[in-house]
């Protein structure tokens, strides 16, 4: 039998993103670069003409980094000149 798109599938849940992972998105599609630091965090450059309020995301949400990415953040970040 055909599944119509209408349809949902117990499984499906499973592949729809968190919260986090939007936030994570949003904040991402900015990053043109991370690199680590002595402490074994990493400092991220955010692009040239990154929006404030990605920016205002990214301190309010560096918690996320480590769970999702794996990698810490420090709340430290450059903006490409």
Do not use: C, G
Not at 29 to 50: E, G
């Amino acid at each position: 039998m055909k599944r119509r798109d209408s349809e949902i599938e117990p499984m499906d849940i499973l592949m729809a993103p968190t919260h986090d992972d939007v936030i994570l998105v949003k904040i991402t599609k900015w990053i043109k670069h991370a690199y680590p630091n002595d402490d074994r965090t990493a400092t991220v450059l955010f692009k040239k003409d990154t929006p404030k309020e990605i920016l205002t995301l990214f301190e309010k949400n560096i918690n996320l980094f480590p769970k999702r990415l794996y990698y810490t953040v420090t709340k430290k970040y450059q903006v490409e000149k």
